[in-house]
């Protein structure tokens, strides 16, 4: 018999539509996995049931009082928040213990967009300190771990709203991405997530857009979801430094899963684009067997060599240290910080604005030499990470910053060419390897292509169907 769990996000917003679910009942049954199992996961750091049944009692209201063309596309449908984000009068406290008592005092613009769509908010789901590593583990929440073994990381930063998804304790979540952190655990949890075009969601009303390497998008388990939650978030706002053109008027992203992509024409390389890097054989064999379900699918792949090089992550490295700043810490709790937060803080310390704007340049010189390359091309396929996911502790283990960051470089050497490029990237999880482990493959596209991609990860989706691998924990 199944559960609500067992449906997708899309399938409970129609069954609640329909009045054949409560609100009420779908919140509650969220809420009580969230109870059961957060503890083994690390999904949340923060639980807002009180706030939850209040929305789901206010959204079953509006199913009985409004017609169905009336109700908004999300009503009633559970969506956790990163704790990176605002959700007015809710804990927000950047995975760090210097600020676990911050309240946010409004909603990001993004959050109120999901409220007037008829989200229910069930939590802050778990980052790591200022969202700066690819794993989540930090001093104020346990470890984020993946449902397919829970020795191994959930990977991040967005790790903890991956984990709610693959686990069964949401039906989708919001996650952001500024060097791989939706595709990351994405592919460590075995889901679907969208890193959108630059510009594609407003950073509205408190983050600075800066050089736009950070993006707002979802992760869930179908590709219909994800398009689903695009269409809720995918605004801008007067002030925005970066935007992408809309979609033509009467067009949605959740219309572009259901049409055929087309005759493509795909790039493909996986050398990664860091000096010493060697893709795990599982690995190899994800991307290989992706290449071959898409030439079967009447697809023209081409391999091509790497577009990107090393110069361009040691740019990064600078720009990512800056970033590590933006988050105000007074002098006498900077001794409170982890290891890595306080490295790349000092490091950002050592270096001038001359070397800041000479980095921001190295990397935009380094982007108008790649797209030309790419332009023929609707496409370009990778493997997501280097390796599959690791134990939890891998990162830290050695208790030096300067080699943990030398550990995640090397465990996601792909993602952070598209935050630095700005163009849309997907993680596609059509692979599990012999431990039963998920490894996914990246799908990049044009600048403000993500219809595209959305379309060719339905047709993959269709031809490879993800949607019954569940997790030992799912059934519990």
Known sequence: MS?????????QAERIRRRELSPVEVTDHYLARIERFDD??????????????????KAENRVLSDTPDELPPLLGVPVPIKDLDMLAGVRWTWGSRVHADQVAQVDEDFVAELRRAGAVFTGKTNTPEFGMSCYTENDIAPPARTPWDLSRSAGGSSGGAAAAVAAGLAPMAQGSDGGGSIRIPASACGLYGIKPSRGRVTQAPVRPDLIGLSATGPLSRTVRDAALMLDVIAVNRPGDYHTAQPLPEGETFLSHA???????????????????VEPHPDVVDAYEDATRLLVGL???????????????????????????????????????LRPLTRWLRERAGQSSIADYLDATTGLQQGVRAALPRLERY?????????????????FDSGADPAEEFRRMTLFTPFTTVYNVSGQPAVNVPLHWNGDGLPIGVMLAGRMGGEATLISLSAQLEAARPWIGRKPPIWTE
Do not use: C, K
């Open 3 to 11: 559960e609500i769990h067992d449906l997708s996000a899309v399938e």
């Open 258 to 276: 259901d049409r055929d992509p087309g005759r493509l024409r795909i790039a493909r390389f996986a050398t990664p684009p860091v000096p010493g």
């Open 298 to 336: 009447g697809h023209e792949v081409e391999e091509i060599p790497a577009p990107f090089d090393g110069s361009l992550l040691r740019l990064f490295e600078v720009v990512w240290a800056a970033m590590a700043t933006r988050y105000p810490v007074p002098e006498h709790e900077e001794g409170r």
């Open 378 to 394: 609707d496409a370009v396929l990778n493997p997501t990470l280097a390796a599959p996911p690791v134990e939890v502790g891998h």
């Open 40 to 57: 083994l996961l690390g999904a949340f750091i923060t639980v807002t049931p009180e706030l939850a049944r209040e929305q789901a009692e």
